[in-house]
T-cell receptor
Framework: DSGVTQTPKHLITATGQRVTLRCSPRSGDLSVYWYQQSLDQGLQFLIQYYNGEERAKGNILERFSAQQFPDLHSELNLSSLELGDSALYFC????????????????FGSGTRLTVV | GQNIDQPTEMTATEGAIVQINCTYQTSGFNGLFWYQQHAGEAPTFLSYNVLDGLEEKGRFSSFLSRSKGYSYLLLKELQMKDSASYLCAVRLFDRGSTLGRLYFGRGTQLTVWP
């Protein structure tokens, strides 16, 4: 157990639907990162939150949104789902808040496998 | 943007040594990470380099040359359980930011044969 908890582990839904993926970071970690991993794209950075605030966006579609709550858990909302959204979605957390201060601090959850049919 | 390149596939035999290369072109570089990922599982941390040189950790070593934008992961005494995808990732800081994030290459699928 890495200490990063993601739910659900598996999700099957139809095109056009909306789903919410949940992530609880490791205790003490303030940063949460969301990644998408599909077979042909590798791990793609989607979005980063730090202590409740959005800090960076990567290749995140407008149909996707996220937030981090006061208790530091995060949710990734995926709407108007398409077949191409089928992928593994990983959450990672880190304690980083100082430039260069963390050497090892990115821990991944076990992921949510989303299948859109 | 970031450009991180690593070979797609490699094969080796048990007991051998394999070197997985990674080249990158980025701005705001602040460290290079290697992760191991078995199919369908979470990436797990292997090594981290922020300064030039070699970091050794048991059967695994990682090397970094910042001037060349180059790193490699060296795996010695290969075992069947080392069959996995190996992900090279660079940590980038935005200008003026104290926070970073990881950007990954597409991974190198290593198959270890008996």
């Amino acid at each position: 157990d890495s200490g990063v908890t993601q739910t659900p582990k598996h999700l099957i839904t139809a095109t056009g639907q909306r789903v919410t993926l949940r992530c609880s970071p490791r205790s003490g970690d303030l940063s949460v990162y969301w990644y998408q991993q599909s077979l042909d794209q590798g791990l793609q950075f989607l979005i980063q939150y730090y202590n409740g605030e959005e800090r960076a966006k990567g290749n995140i579609l407008e149909r996707f949104s996220a937030q981090q709550f006061p208790d530091l858990h995060s949710e990734l909302n995926l709407s108007s789902l398409e077949l191409g959204d089928s992928a593994l979605y990983f959450c990672a957390s880190s304690v980083t808040n100082l430039r260069g201060g963390d050497g090892y601090g990115y821990t991944f959850g076990s992921g949510t496998r989303l299948t859109v049919v | 943007g970031q450009n991180i390149d690593q070979p797609t596939e490699m094969t080796a035999t048990e007991g051998a040594i394999v070197q997985i290369n990674c080249t990158y072109q980025t701005s705001g570089f602040n460290g290079l990470f290697w992760y191991q990922q078995h199919a369908g599982e979470a990436p797990t941390f292997l090594s981290y380099n922020v300064l030039d040189g070699l970091e050794e950790k048991g059967r695994f070593s990682s090397f970094l040359s910042r001037s060349k934008g180059y790193s490699y992961l060296l795996l010695k005494e290969l075992q069947m359980k080392d069959s996995a995808s190996y992900l090279c990732a660079v940590r980038l800081f935005d200008r003026g930011s104290t926070l970073g994030r990881l950007y990954f290459g597409r991974g190198t699928q290593l198959t270890v044969w008996p």
